[in-house]
């Protein structure tokens, strides 16, 4: 029988929320637009028109595959993030908006410098960094990622966002001090892994199709915050900010691990739209 737009994607969003997917929402309409070839204006435009039946089809294997445990943004090569359309794919995190709250603070911060150095430190899918770039039309921005193959999805994100001129991506492994020919930034902000060995193989069967390594932190967690707090502020300008997202139970652990350095002053806790502590920030002396 014949359906049009808006009952399919009705359909999709009630079937999402049976499972008890709470971004139901916005899944369906992602996966509807994907298969449908639509933007979300055009598939609002269309919604009263008939669905062709390969197009449903393919909307329902895909819906398929979610529920089986393909994260949405794999299935359709990519995500939002702060205003930014950005490929993904199996080699980077998927942006979150909790991590929104991580690059809106760095803009704060960037947008009152002029031709700012940002780093943004495990870049993934360079996510942060090219939110403030894009925001800070002054700032030049590195993006800083150990594995090439993410590095890849910056490259291509760097070009989608037309942020070549301004954007660097480069290889950088965390764990290791800094090399000096990076010099020295006005904000360095970090998305780093925060997970516990131990609790990787627990997570939700979504998120455990996400890239290992970015999760791993480490049998506590906090391996990359050490060597951050470590090595951040020499490579930070007096007064610049240090900003990282923790996991939601980290933020104290953290701040005492910037506090113990002696290298940073204003050391505080931001929670994020949930009500968490998920960013800590601090400048350097």
Same mark, same amino acid.
């Given at each position: 029988?014949?359906?049009? /737009?808006?009952?399919?994607?009705?359909?999709?969003?009630? =079937?999402?929320?049976?499972?008890?997917?709470?971004?139901?929402?916005?899944?369906?309409?992602?996966?509807?637009?994907?298969?449908?070839?639509?933007?979300?204006?055009?598939?609002?435009?269309?919604?009263?028109?008939?669905?062709?039946?390969?197009?449903?089809?393919?909307?329902? =294997?895909?819906?398929?595959?979610?529920?089986?445990? =393909?994260?949405?943004?794999?299935?359709? &090569?990519?995500?939002?993030? /702060?205003?930014?359309?950005?490929?993904?794919?199996?080699?980077?995190?998927?942006?979150?908006?909790?991590? %929104?709250?991580?690059?809106?603070? +760095?803009? %704060?911060?960037?947008?009152?410098?002029?031709? @700012?150095?940002?780093?943004?430190?495990?870049?993934?899918?360079?996510?942060?960094?090219?939110?403030? @770039?894009?925001?800070?039309?002054?700032?030049?921005?590195?993006?800083?990622?150990?594995?090439?193959?993410?590095? *890849?999805?910056?490259?291509?994100?760097?070009? *989608?966002?037309?942020?070549?001129?301004?954007?660097?991506?480069?290889?950088?492994?965390?764990? %290791?001090?800094?090399?000096?020919?990076?010099?020295?930034?006005?904000?360095?902000?970090?998305?780093?892994?925060?997970?516990?060995?131990?609790?990787?193989?627990?997570?939700?069967?979504?998120?455990?199709?996400?890239?290992?390594?970015?999760?791993?932190? &480490? +049998?506590?967690?906090?391996?990359?915050?050490?060597?951050?707090?470590?090595?951040?502020?020499?490579?930070?300008?007096?007064?610049?900010?240090?900003?990282?997202?923790?996991?939601?139970?980290?933020?104290? @652990?953290?701040?005492?691990?910037? +506090?113990?350095?002696?290298? /940073?002053?204003?050391?505080?806790?931001?929670?994020?739209? /949930?009500?968490?502590?998920?960013?800590?920030?601090?400048?350097?002396?």
């Amino acid at each position: 029988m014949a359906i049009t /737009y808006n009952n399919l994607y009705m359909d999709i969003r009630q =079937e999402l929320r049976n499972a008890g997917i709470e971004a139901a929402t916005l899944e369906a309409r992602e996966l509807v637009c994907y298969a449908a070839g639509k933007t979300r204006q055009e598939l609002q435009r269309d919604g009263r028109l008939y669905v062709p039946q390969d197009v449903e089809r393919r909307v329902q =294997e895909l819906t398929a595959r979610h529920l089986a445990g =393909e994260p949405v943004a794999y299935l359709i &090569g990519e995500w939002s993030f /702060y205003g930014l359309d950005l490929d993904i794919n199996e080699s980077v995190l998927i942006p979150r908006i909790d991590t %929104e709250v991580l690059a809106e603070k +760095a803009i %704060e911060f960037v947008s009152k410098y002029e031709n @700012a150095r940002v780093l943004d430190l495990c870049a993934g899918s360079g996510c942060v960094g090219l939110a403030v @770039a894009k925001h800070c039309p002054d700032s030049h921005v590195v993006l800083g990622e150990k594995s090439e193959a993410a590095l *890849r999805i910056c490259r291509q994100n760097t070009r *989608r966002c037309g942020l070549m001129e301004r954007v660097i991506p480069w290889q950088v492994d965390a764990l %290791e001090r800094p090399a000096p020919q990076l010099g020295e930034f006005d904000c360095i902000v970090s998305n780093p892994p925060y997970i516990p060995t131990a609790d990787c193989d627990t997570l939700q069967q979504e998120v455990m199709q996400e890239p290992r390594m970015a999760l791993d932190g &480490g +049998a506590d967690g906090l391996d990359f915050y050490r060597r951050i707090a470590a090595d951040a502020h020499r490579h930070l300008n007096p007064g610049g900010l240090l900003a990282m997202e923790v996991g939601s139970t980290q933020a104290h @652990a953290v701040a005492q691990l910037l +506090a113990a350095e002696n290298a /940073y002053h204003d050391i505080a806790v931001v929670r994020d739209l /949930y009500g968490l502590e998920r960013i800590v920030k601090a400048y350097k002396e």
